[in-house]
């Protein structure tokens, strides 16, 4: 069961702010301010007015790389969204597992400009437990006073959705009763983006799933965090639930480094159906991976076609990118927030910028306007570089 939900996006720095612009259908994609020397990209769904002394004190921010800083205020944001708070003895077995595509990257940049650009001989002290990728990690556990299982996983634009499907397979065997959950990624530094740059597939526009226009996927930043429970645990403290964790799915394509396959993808999703025990025409609605990119967006459309048959013109099928970015690793934690409250709220939040559908994608992508509509169960798609594909199936919960 889902009882406590935190982000940190572009959207807003809590989930109130997150969900009111989703519906609103706003994107935050705006020009980079400054302007970084030397990068192509221009655009970005980038953090609005985050100051990390409003969170934590000058020595806190000696240990906290900007990714590590994220999770820790998503962390905090779902606890208290469950009822909870630091130190509870409801969360001090807990297990803490969180994504991250890119781990320290904001520590790992200084170091590297400190070394070759000012030809500095010495790097500062806490450089390793301050850019390690186990640092977000860590950093919850320690400032949430959480002492069970903690670790971080990557998987590239996945690892938000491994994450949670962890927490689940952790609760479902027994090892914890409470998981959170979730991912963070902090990729605006000088060396990711001209990295990004030479992959050729950021849009200096906006993002426009599945639109004939489309160009290219926009970056973006942020965490996203959920709470896990049993059933009874959840109950036994009075807990409001969200929604259900009915099932997921997961596959590796073993195709190629960068390009979508279509059959990893139809596996995934039917992973996810069979372990949440449904029929394909069961599923109201697909938060999408929906990344604007040319080869993902046909991909993806193709695969729903074929694995959903007729049914897929029934599907409401949305794209949240096209709002917060792609914030790498925690964009599919994100999402699974998004789909969350999709869910509970009865909210299908739209595809942003969408002008006119491509050819080759021909479903219901929920154009510009949220819609009104009960969502008994809904997929949540991550497929990442690699070939990693995740695939959370959620339902409406009822007492």
């Not at 699974?336 to 219901?364: K, M, Q, S, W, Y």
């Amino acid at each position: 069961m889902i009882t406590g939900l935190g982000s940190v996006s572009a959207l807003g720095l809590n989930v109130s702010s997150f969900w009111d612009e989703l519906v609103a259908g706003r994107p935050a994609i705006k020009p980079l301010v400054p302007a970084v020397d030397g990068v192509k990209i221009s655009v970005g769904a980038v953090l609005p007015d985050y100051q990390p002394e409003d969170y934590f004190s000058t020595d806190e921010l000696s240990l906290l790389d900007r990714f590590s800083q994220l999770a820790v205020v998503a962390s905090k944001e779902a606890i208290e969204d469950a009822g909870l708070s630091a130190g509870d003895k409801a969360i001090t077995d807990a297990a803490v597992i969180i994504g991250s595509g890119c781990g320290g990257k904001h520590t790992d940049e200084i170091t590297y400009e400190r070394l070759y650009r000012q030809n500095s001989s010495r790097v500062h002290p806490l450089t390793i437990p301050k850019g390690m990728p186990s640092a977000a990690a860590s950093m919850v556990s320690l400032h949430l006073g959480i002492t069970g299982p903690a670790f971080v996983l990557s998987s590239a634009c996945a690892s938000g959705a491994h994450a949670i499907i962890q927490g689940i397979s952790m609760i479902k065997s027994g090892l914890v009763d409470v998981a959170l959950v979730g991912a963070t990624d902090a990729p605006f530094t000088y060396g990711l983006l001209k990295s990004w740059d030479a992959i050729r597939v950021v849009s200096n526009d906006t993002c426009r799933p599945f639109s004939f226009d489309r160009d290219g996927m926009i970056l973006g930043e942020g965490a996203g965090m959920l709470l896990l429970e049993t059933e009874e645990h959840a109950k036994a403290r009075g807990a409001k639930i969200y929604a259900e964790l009915s099932g997921c799915g997961m596959t590796s394509d073993a195709h190629h480094i960068t390009r979508p396959n279509v059959s990893g993808i139809v596996k995934a999703m039917g992973k996810a159906l069979e372990h949440a025990a449904l029929n394909p025409g069961e599923v109201d609605y697909i938060n999408a991976h929906g990344t604007a990119t040319q080869a993902n967006d046909i991909a993806e459309t193709e695969a729903i076609n074929r694995l959903f048959q007729g049914h897929a013109q029934k599907l409401a099928v949305s794209s949240t990118k096209s709002m917060h970015g792609h914030a790498l690793g925690a964009s599919s934690a994100l999402e699974v927030v998004a789909t969350t409250l999709a869910v509970h709220h009865g909210i299908i939040p739209p595809t942003a910028n969408f002008t006119r559908a491509d050819e080759r994608c021909n479903l219901d992508y929920v154009p510009n306007k949220a819609r009104h509509q009960t969502i008994n169960n809904a997929l949540s798609n991550s497929f990442a570089f690699g070939g990693l594909n995740a695939v959370v199936a959620l339902k409406r919960y009822s007492t």
